[in-house]
């Protein structure tokens, strides 16, 4: 499997233009997260999915961002303006709840998206 | 916040020397996992101990757990500069979800 991953890997772009991240998670897996990760306030869960169904938005900053899971394969975290704060790395995660025990409780990363906002 | 503290925050030793770090936590938990951060890389699984465990070991590495302190050590024994990165606990809290609290990180650096 490829693993989970995530596009663009990086993405540079100015103050009040939209922006989507995407992730596409490891095959078969029924958890996909969320997570921005800053110098600041460091690894942060944004919104989690189960099923494609989102479970707990809790994290998710503003109302600028929002998520959306279609399908089992596919994810988009979107945000609409962007601003210079948005600035961050932005992980998406993915895990099963079908795997042995102490895989099932593992999350697996992708490669995450650096966002600059001018 | 319910998020992890770890300590150190930073650490440097030299090539085969031990590095511990330590992570706290505030509610009780079904179990703990160590991640690996390398620097512009996702994070890395290293291990999970539970709330029954005490001591789990897994190659080089050795985690320990106090539930009574609320506490765990993650020990890298006879460490290479290939470890340096950033290491953070995350806490499972239970329920039915595979949600996971990170802690704030400790970044190791292995001097060769």
């Known amino acids: 499997d490829a693993g989970v991953i995530q596009s663009p890997r990086h993405e540079v772009t100015e103050m009040g233009q939209e922006v989507t991240l995407r992730c596409k998670p490891i095959?078969?897996?029924?958890?996909l997260f969320w997570y921005r990760q800053t110098m600041m306030r460091g690894l942060e869960l944004l919104i989690y999915?189960?099923?494609?169904?989102?479970?707990?938005d809790s994290g998710m900053p503003e109302d600028r961002f929002s998520a959306k899971m279609p399908n089992a394969s596919f994810s988009t975290l979107k945000i609409q303006p962007s601003e210079p704060r948005d600035s961050a790395v932005y992980f998406c995660?993915?895990?099963?709840?079908?795997?042995?025990?102490?895989?099932?409780?593992?999350?697996?990363f992708g490669p995450g998206t650096r966002l600059l906002v001018l | 916040s319910q998020q992890g503290e770890e300590d150190p925050q930073a650490l440097s030793i030299q090539e085969g020397e031990n590095a511990t770090m330590n992570c706290s936590y505030k509610?009780?938990?079904?179990?703990l996992q160590w991640y690996r951060q390398n620097s512009g890389r996702g994070l890395v699984h290293l291990i999970l101990?539970?709330?029954?465990?005490r001591e789990k070991h897994s190659g080089r590495l050795r985690v320990t757990l106090d539930t009574s302190k609320k506490s765990s050590s993650l020990l890298i024994t006879a460490s290479r500069a290939a470890d340096t990165a950033s290491y953070f606990c995350?806490?499972?809290?239970?329920?039915?979800?595979?949600?996971?609290?990170f802690g704030t990180g400790t970044l190791l650096a292995v001097q060769p």
């Open positions: 995660a993915s895990s099963s709840s079908w795997s042995q025990q102490e895989e099932q409780e593992t999350q697996y």
């Open positions: 095959s078969g897996h029924d958890y």
């Open positions: 999915f189960n099923n494609n169904v989102p479970i707990d």
């Open positions: 509610t009780s938990i079904n179990n």
């Open positions: 101990i539970r709330s029954n465990e």
């Open positions: 995350a806490t499972d809290y239970g329920g039915a979800t595979n949600k996971l609290i």
